[in-house]
C-alpha cells in the first residue's frame, strides 16, 4: 500500500462505511421451518398481517442469525432448538422492503417449551405438509416445498 493510501485509508474508512451503509444498507431476518416427529410444520398466525406463516423475525444489531432463529422459533412457536439448524437458503424480500433479505432454517433437533406471551402471536399450530390451513401465505407454501419436495428454491421470498 502507497504511504499516503496508508495515511488517508484509517481516516476515510469510516466515511466511505456510513456512505455504504446509507446508500447499501440491508436487513436480515430469519423463518424457522420446524418439524416435529409426525412431519408436520409449526405455522403462526401473526396480529398484524394476514394468513400463516413460518416463525421469525429479524436479526438485531449485536445478534447472529444463530441467535436469532432460536430466539424467534422459541418466542412464537415454542421451539426450543437443541443443535443448530440447517441453514437452508438466504432469499431477497425487496417486494416487502428494500435491502431486506431472510435466511430460511431447517429445524428439526428441538424441544417444546412455552412460547413467550406478547401481542405479536395471534394462534400457532402444526400442520402436515399436505394439509396446510387455508390463508398459508404463498411464500410460505413455496418454502416448504422448496425444502421438502426438492423444488428449486427461488431466490425472491416472494416468488
Same mark, same amino acid.
Not at 35 to 50: K, M, N, P, Q, S
Not at 65 to 79: C, H
Not at 98 to 113: K, M, N, S, Y
Given at each position: 500500500? +502507497?504511504?499516503?493510501?496508508?495515511?488517508?485509508? /484509517?481516516? &476515510?474508512?469510516?466515511?466511505?462505511?456510513? *456512505?455504504?451503509?446509507? +446508500?447499501?444498507?440491508?436487513?436480515?431476518?430469519?423463518?424457522?421451518?420446524?418439524?416435529?416427529?409426525?412431519?408436520? &410444520?409449526?405455522?403462526?398466525?401473526?396480529? *398484524?398481517?394476514?394468513?400463516?406463516?413460518? #416463525?421469525?423475525?429479524?436479526?438485531?444489531?449485536?445478534?447472529?442469525?444463530?441467535?436469532?432463529?432460536?430466539?424467534?422459533?422459541?418466542?412464537?412457536?415454542?421451539?426450543?432448538?437443541?443443535?443448530? #439448524?440447517?441453514?437452508?437458503?438466504? *432469499?431477497?424480500?425487496?417486494?416487502?422492503?428494500?435491502?431486506?433479505?431472510?435466511?430460511?432454517?431447517?429445524?428439526?433437533?428441538?424441544?417444546?417449551?412455552?412460547?413467550? /406471551?406478547?401481542?405479536?402471536?395471534?394462534?400457532?399450530?402444526?400442520?402436515?405438509?399436505?394439509?396446510? #390451513?387455508?390463508?398459508? +401465505?404463498?411464500?410460505?407454501?413455496?418454502? &416448504?416445498?422448496?425444502?421438502?419436495?426438492?423444488?428449486? /428454491?427461488?431466490?425472491?421470498? +416472494?416468488?
Amino acid at each position: 500500500m +502507497s504511504g499516503w493510501r496508508a495515511r488517508l485509508e /484509517p481516516r &476515510i474508512r469510516p466515511l466511505v462505511q456510513a *456512505y455504504w451503509r446509507l +446508500s447499501r444498507g440491508l436487513t436480515l431476518g430469519v423463518r424457522g421451518l420446524a418439524l416435529d416427529e409426525a412431519g408436520r &410444520i409449526a405455522l403462526v398466525r401473526h396480529t *398484524y398481517i394476514a394468513g400463516w406463516h413460518l #416463525p421469525g423475525g429479524g436479526v438485531e444489531r449485536g445478534e447472529t442469525v444463530w441467535q436469532a432463529i432460536a430466539k424467534e422459533m422459541r418466542e412464537e412457536a415454542g421451539v426450543a432448538i437443541a443443535a443448530r #439448524p440447517h441453514l437452508f437458503h438466504v *432469499y431477497t424480500n425487496e417486494r416487502k422492503f428494500r435491502g431486506d433479505h431472510i435466511a430460511l432454517f431447517i429445524v428439526r433437533d428441538w424441544t417444546q417449551c412455552d412460547p413467550e /406471551p406478547g401481542q405479536e402471536i395471534a394462534e400457532t399450530g402444526w400442520f402436515a405438509p399436505d394439509a396446510l #390451513p387455508d390463508g398459508t +401465505s404463498p411464500a410460505t407454501r413455496a418454502r &416448504i416445498a422448496e425444502a421438502l419436495h426438492g423444488a428449486p /428454491p427461488a431466490d425472491d421470498w +416472494s416468488r
